[in-house]
């Protein structure tokens, strides 16, 4: 049987082409392009987890969704750039582009993929033409010039914060990791909804621009639920794309320590706030991530609780501060506290600082036994 997917132009396929290129395609996988009838428009889609792309193309009705190697689709658009026409079918598990003067044909690929519905609801949109989004983003997620050691870009986590403001959109990308200088771009917007920020892959969200260059100067609506949202859609005339939402500043290694202690076998819960306690050597650790110059994990525990501030016990805590390099102590409350900053992603044992941390903190907790109750049990409660 054989199925017609209707008559291709060039512009459809070289927004195909574009949008494609922000994958990589592994064809050898089965992997390719997805070609789907959605809503009666033929529909061409690109997935991965960090970004999916659709592009739709003229009225196209037919059942089914078939992968298209990437391969002849760039010979089909070769064909149209010649001056013709092609049509697209499908026989026997062969695809075909068929042009005035002859064919191009490839065996369908069998990793079919689906572009993610997108929940609309408590939305923020912005729209803006392309040529300002263009500009947005070439301009906001540009790197610093005169870097040619990519280790060097590494070093900075690879995101931008996109700004819903009161009637501008802007993006703020931040070198500080490599001593260079933050950007920010702003441009005017159409803003419906509540304002604030959404932070996307810098790198991914760069890759956009090839695709917003395809476009005439249309209208491009941008849709995020600023709140709780996990994606941002970005939506053309004949395109959608929809982007992950990342975690900003020390957040964004939450994950990370979670799956060191998960590796550890190391008892631990996360509180509703983002907080963990984790249980090294029969004592309760405290961990908070905190945004300063440098992301930061700071590990607390509690030593001694019900004391009172006195000179004395000041003096104390000074003087340990003072002979000590990584572990230090303070007074929170009416509790001493053992605390352990330590700057995340660098190669550090997480472990192994967490455990020198208990050890440091049996060692002044004996010397202040006698002020107070030893807080030998932190509940693993959190408050709200």
């Not at 990791?177 to 005017?188: F, M, P, T, Y």
């Not at 030998?376 to 409660?381: E, R």
């Amino acid at each position: 049987m054989m199925i017609n997917a209707g008559t291709i132009y060039e512009t459809e396929l070289e927004q195909v082409r574009r949008a494609v290129a922000i994958f990589n395609i592994t064809e050898v996988d089965g992997f390719g392009v997805t070609l789907a009838s959605v809503a009666g428009l033929r529909s061409w889609i690109v997935t991965s987890p960090k970004i999916e792309v659709m592009v739709t193309g003229s009225s196209a009705d037919f059942l089914g969704t078939f992968v298209i190697p990437l391969r002849l689709i760039k010979q089909a658009e070769i064909q149209c750039d010649l001056g013709e026409e092609v049509e697209l079918t499908i026989t026997d598990n062969i695809a075909r582009f068929t042009g005035e003067t002859g064919f191009s044909e490839m065996q369908l690929l069998d990793q079919d993929e689906e572009f993610s519905n997108f929940d609309t609801s408590n939305v923020t949109t912005a729209e803006i033409r392309s040529s300002q989004l263009g500009q947005l983003i070439f301009f906001g997620t540009e790197e610093p010039t005169g870097i040619r050691d990519r280790s060097v870009i590494e070093k900075v986590p690879p995101v931008s914060q996109i700004i819903f403001g009161a009637g501008s959109l802007e993006i703020i990308t931040s070198y500080r990791e490599i001593n260079a200088k933050s950007i920010r771009i702003n441009q005017d917007a159409v803003i419906c909804g509540k304002t604030g920020q959404f932070v996307v892959n810098r790198v991914i969200l760069r890759s956009v621009f090839d695709l917003l260059h395809s476009s005439e100067n249309e209208m491009i609506k941008i849709s995020a639920d600023i709140e709780s949202g996990t994606r941002m859609q970005i939506e053309g005339t004949s395109w959608k794309i929809l982007l992950n939402r990342e975690q900003f500043g020390a957040a964004r290694f939450h994950s990370q320590i979670v799956d060191i202690l998960d590796s550890a076998n190391i008892e631990h819960l996360v509180g509703a706030d983002g907080r963990i306690c984790a249980n090294i050597d029969e004592t309760n650790i405290e961990i908070q991530l905190l945004d300063g110059r440098l992301p930061i994990a700071r590990c607390t525990i509690e030593l001694v609780t019900g004391v009172e501030r006195s000179f004395d016990l000041l003096q104390e805590i000074e003087q340990q501060n003072e002979g000590r390099v990584c572990t230090k102590f303070f007074i929170r409350g009416n509790a001493i506290v053992a605390c352990l900053d330590f700057v995340c992603g660098q190669s550090l044992d997480l472990i192994d600082e967490l455990r020198a941390l208990v050890a440091d903190s049996d060692l002044l907790g004996e010397c202040l036994a006698s002020l107070g109750v030893i807080g030998d049990k932190l509940d693993l409660i959190f408050e709200s």
